[in-house]
């Protein structure tokens, strides 16, 4: 199975190793490198390696595992590696880990040399339906969420569900939030779905999956560099990110995951919505029980809350000036570019803190 699009194709399990070695013979390149980080370096590269049929020289580069190294220092070690380890512009590099290593992988190979060619093999959940796809590359600036970068797009994203199998809960959860998001701007029927796992199997999951990327793509497809029907994708993430960045700054915060953040955010931005856009009230409680009902709550005292607003003002999809956020009018009917007063948030905050 196959999703083709104008920007890159995405191949899943069965085909997705014999496309790549397709893809090897033909483009020939002069190295491979594969970054990894110190989780996939255990779980997933063996049996990676065991599937690759290439008879160039390859490498492979590890880097720490987790969002705080999602920084432009261990960019400089990669690209020093590849630099010291003779990599030219005929290089490839090929990402296999989560969103950090598909992110952050996807930049360097955009920058090193002016770019060289690279494909996504994500290995979490999260990865798989979101960070690997739409060609979004880039890295933190200290605790900010993805203020360097380029969008370009890789060769292929390789989607083996196999990968999921040493994935821990909350790092499934995490995924399971963009999927919700996915949900929640596109459709009723899809919501419900997604929102009733209790009910499928694993071999629904590979369905869900590929209908996530379906949708993204569809929407990346139509909107490139984000200039309007892209944005939607950002529901949940205005406030997501903020309260991401702020638990990742604090040390006397438990971190959170970013899935974790997100699944806040799309409780605040339903309780706006209602508020701004006529969302239907009996939905969003739904949407709130549903959401808790996976991710549970966090508490939030007052001072957080005015610092995360504060955050909000580093948002990429601000515009002189104003915090733009995505809003609905129901689910499936994504309003963009809306205009949100911090009363307001504070208002949302106090609903997603009630019982």
């Avoid at 494909?119 to 880039?138: R, W, Y």
């Avoid at 399971?176 to 009910?199: F, P, R």
């Avoid at 515009?319 to 009363?343: A, W």
């Amino acid at each position: 199975m196959s999703i083709t699009a104008i920007e890159a194709p995405v191949f899943y399990n069965e085909t997705a190793f014999n496309r790549l070695n397709e893809y090897l013979k033909k483009s020939n390149p002069s190295k491979i490198f594969i970054l990894v980080d110190t989780h996939t370096h255990i779980h997933c590269l063996s049996s990676f390696m065991a599937l690759l049929q290439n008879e160039a020289e390859t490498e492979v580069i590890e880097m720490e595992a987790g969002e705080e190294f999602k920084n432009l220092e261990t960019c400089m070690g990669v690209w020093s590696t590849l630099s010291d380890l003779d990599a030219d512009r005929k290089s490839l590099m090929i990402n296999l880990g989560g969103g950090v290593v598909t992110d952050l992988g996807g930049f360097v190979a955009s920058t090193f040399k002016r770019g060289i060619s690279y494909i996504n093999v994500p290995t979490s959940l999260l990865s798989m339906v979101d960070a690997s796809v739409g060609g979004k590359t880039g890295v933190d600036l200290g605790s900010l969420k993805n203020q360097i970068g380029v969008i370009n797009q890789p060769e292929m994203v390789l989607i083996n569900t196999s990968f999921l199998i040493s994935l821990p809960g909350n790092e499934m959860r995490s995924g399971l939030a963009e999927i919700m998001k996915h949900g929640l701007i596109k459709s009723k029927d899809y919501w419900k779905k997604v929102t009733s796992l209790d009910q499928l199997g694993l071999e629904d999951l590979d369905d869900i999956i590929a209908e996530s990327v379906r949708i993204k793509k569809d929407i990346v497809s139509q909107d490139p560099t984000e200039k309007g029907l892209r944005k939607t994708l950002n529901y949940g993430h205005t406030l997501g990110h903020a309260i991401e960045s702020y638990f990742l700054s604090h040390k006397d915060k438990k971190t959170l995951l970013h899935g974790e953040a997100i699944a806040i955010g799309m409780i605040l931005a339903t309780y706006i919505s209602k508020e701004l856009k006529g969302f239907p009230e009996n939905t969003l409680n739904e949407i709130n029980s549903s959401i808790k009902d996976i991710f549970g709550k966090v508490d939030f005292e007052s001072p957080d809350i005015e610092k995360i607003i504060e955050l909000m003002k580093f948002d990429k999809k601000n515009e002189r000036g104003n915090i733009n956020f995505v809003l609905l009018e129901d689910i499936g009917k994504p309003v963009i570019d809306c205009i949100v007063p911090n009363e307001l948030i504070k208002n949302a905050f106090d609903f997603y803190s009630k019982p």
